[in-house]
């Protein structure tokens, strides 16, 4: 043979040796793993393992199903049949989710978060040291009184909204007058039709979230908005079962080849250009802010008196230049008098007219009786109970070996505790190998029967009023739920910073859309669970109108606006809960 006919078969063999190397890794990295040993339902597809009937699993109760044949522990398949743990065990979650930074979210996942919108330099993709600096810098922008000071904004948004669907509603049957267009004098008996509502309900989310950081209200209501139509892209989009997808989570450079990428680009473009854009602006503001401070020609920094002072990207601004001894201390003369003026509120509220005389004073009044409503609050945990936006996490293990320990009680109602192998040994810790894939399922955890009882997918406000002993095993951040991640981590926290946000601000728009707008369902419409970066409600009846519609995330709220009903049905499950006014929303809504 040729010299150059030996080199070039050489270098061909080579160049596929390397191209599938990496496969050939993943290949013996799969059959050495411990996993293999576990149970786990049938893989019905060499392929593509059980991934193909995990993709609905919002809407069904698939993982319930495998847990009731074997057990809290066991595994499924994922690509070209790779074992993968999933638990529902919380002794077994309690140690994956709080050694974060041992078991980091999987390279595909973070990648696939930072596509959609997060970044790969953002804190929910970042791992080990990044995150813990990012988490530092940020934490104070999340703290009770922090949060308290932008409830404005959430009041703002909430009542905008509530606009948008009355300003919908009357176009939509052609009723809209001067008069109309204000809250008080929508025609009683005008019906938001879903097609009508869906636009700007579905720029809402995106948005309102960018309202947090400062960016103007325009954007909602301007059809046109680039940012509006950047969101539209990323978020139509997502989470779209292609069997490119899934060979893109081993073949990192596949990923060049995302369909619509070229268009992805230009949106995350315009993403970033806009919140460099808005960086800047509240930077130049901020630095004049406080120049005027230091030159003695205004007073103290007082974050909670300016929209400028109340939003998040500020807060964060200063605490990035707050460096003077001057300025922390100003941190504790707030807190006082924000302790001042909470009794001096206490005070007036027992004045009539306040809403009146003092809008302001009456809303953060309003806010303070909202978050103490107990029956609003069972509402509200119930709602995210079982209907975590965010379903199932993913997580990789990272230590060279490990053992994950499991309940040796009978987790989830198991006798004898510890899970089964396939001989049928049992076993009281599972052990895992570098890069073994885990599965969280949020969901499920929320809705399993061992830990909630029998009821457990029943939406029940009133279970708050003694929830079970048995759930209090589950280490989450709130409620005794995964939704918002651990509450107890050991090393590394990654449950949701934003959780006390998300609360008060459910809790805002709860009663805002309540007390002006009443609520049903038609019974012909089926809504389901569709995932579009977090889980939302889809109108599965009325396919043509695509993206999910006139939805109040992050509550999972699908709503309507109707006649003369005295009643307010929320939808929170495929079934309907039908909740008289006077019980489920009269304490808000006579505070
Ligand atoms: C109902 C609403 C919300 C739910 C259910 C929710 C849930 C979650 C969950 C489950 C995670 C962990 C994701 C994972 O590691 O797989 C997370 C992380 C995070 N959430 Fe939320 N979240 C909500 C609202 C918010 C809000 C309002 C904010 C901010 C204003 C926020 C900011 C974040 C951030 C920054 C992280 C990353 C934290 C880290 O990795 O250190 N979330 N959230």
């Known amino acids: 043979m040729e010299s150059t006919t ?3 078969l050489l270098l061909t063999i080579a160049l596929i040796f390397y191209l599938l190397s990496g496969f050939i890794r993943l290949l013996v990295r799969q059959a050495l793993s411990p996993l293999s040993l576990l149970r786990g339902p049938p893989c019905p597809s060499f392929f593509m393992g059980n991934l193909m009937e995990m993709h609905d699993q919002e809407n069904n109760n698939l993982v319930a ?4 044949a074997y057990g809290s522990t066991f595994v499924y398949r994922g690509f070209i049949g790779g074992c993968r743990l999933m638990t529902t065990d919380p002794v077994a979650v309690a140690h994956i989710l709080g050694n974060a930074y041992d078991y980091p979210k999987p390279d595909f996942v973070r990648d696939s978060l930072a596509t959609m919108a997060a970044g790969h330099d953002g804190l929910l993709t970042v791992e080990g040291d990044a995150h813990k600096r990012q988490r530092k810098i940020l934490t104070p922008a999340f703290s009770s009184s922090h949060i308290k000071s932008l409830t404005p904004i959430f009041w703002d948004s909430a009542n905008k909204l509530r606009d948008i669907w009355f300003h919908t509603a009357a176009q939509a049957d052609g009723t809209e007058t001067n008069e109309s267009k204000s809250k008080s004098s929508i025609p009683r008996d005008t019906r938001a039709s879903t097609s009508s509502c869906g636009s700007a309900a579905r720029r809402w989310t995106p948005l309102a979230w960018l309202v947090r950081f400062g960016y103007h209200f325009n954007a909602l209501t301007d059809d046109n908005n680039e940012l509006a139509q950047a969101f539209g892209v990323i978020f139509s989009t997502a989470r779209k079962f292609r069997v490119m997808t899934i060979l893109q989570v081993w073949f990192p450079f596949l990923r060049r080849f995302r369909r619509n990428s070229g268009v992805m680009i230009r949106a995350h473009e315009t993403m970033r250009r806009i919140g460099l854009e808005l960086i800047e602006e509240r930077s130049r503001a901020v630095i004049e802010e406080q120049r005027e401070v230091l030159s003695g020609k205004s007073g103290e920094i007082d974050g909670d008196k300016t929209i400028l002072g109340r939003d998040i ?4 601004i200063r605490s990035n230049l707050a460096t003077t001894a001057n300025q922390k201390m100003s941190v504790n003369e707030r807190k006082l008098r924000a302790a001042l003026r909470d009794v001096e509120r206490d005070l007036q509220l027992e004045h009539a007219g306040l809403e009146a005389s003092d809008p302001q004073l ?4 309003l806010t303070d009786r909202l978050s103490k409503c107990e029956y609003l609050d069972w509402i509200v945990r119930e709602t995210l109970r079982l209907h975590a936006p965010i379903t199932s996490t993913m997580r990789v293990c990272m230590r060279d070996e490990d053992e994950i320990p499991v309940s040796s009680e009978g987790a989830n109602g198991e006798h004898g505790g510890g899970c089964l192998d396939k001989n049928g040994k049992r076993l009281y810790g599972i052990r895992v190998k570098k890069w073994d894939i ?4 949020i969901q499920a955890i929320n809705k399993s029967q061992a830990l909630w009882g029998e009821d457990a997918r029943a939406f029940k406000p009133e279970r708050w009023a003694q929830p079970p002993s048995t759930a209090k095993a589950i280490p989450g951040l709130y409620s005794n739920t995964l ?4 509450g107890n981590p050991l090393d590394g926290n990654r449950a949701c910073i934003g959780y006390k946000f998300a609360l008060i ?3 805002i728009f709860l009663y805002t859309l309540l007390k002006d707008i009443e609520f049903r369902q038609e019974a012909s419409m089926v809504i389901e669970k569709k995932v579009n970066v977090v889980t939302r409600p889809f109108v599965k009846s009325e396919p043509e109108l695509g993206e999910p519609a006139a939805i109040v995330h992050p509550a999972g709220l699908f709503i309507r606006r109707v006649l003369t009903s005295s009643t307010v049905l929320i939808v929170t499950d495929l079934s309907l809960h039908r909740i008289e006014l006077p019980t489920a929303v009269k304490h808000a809504l006579t505070i």
């Open 313 to 316: 990207l500020s807060v964060l």
């Open 362 to 365: 009456y809303q953060q009044i």
């Open 505 to 507: 601000e459910m809790k």
């Open 6 to 8: 030996l080199y070039t």
């Open 438 to 441: 885990i599965t969280i399922p």
């Open 65 to 68: 199903e495998w847990e009731a």
């Open 483 to 486: 939704t918002f991640l651990n």
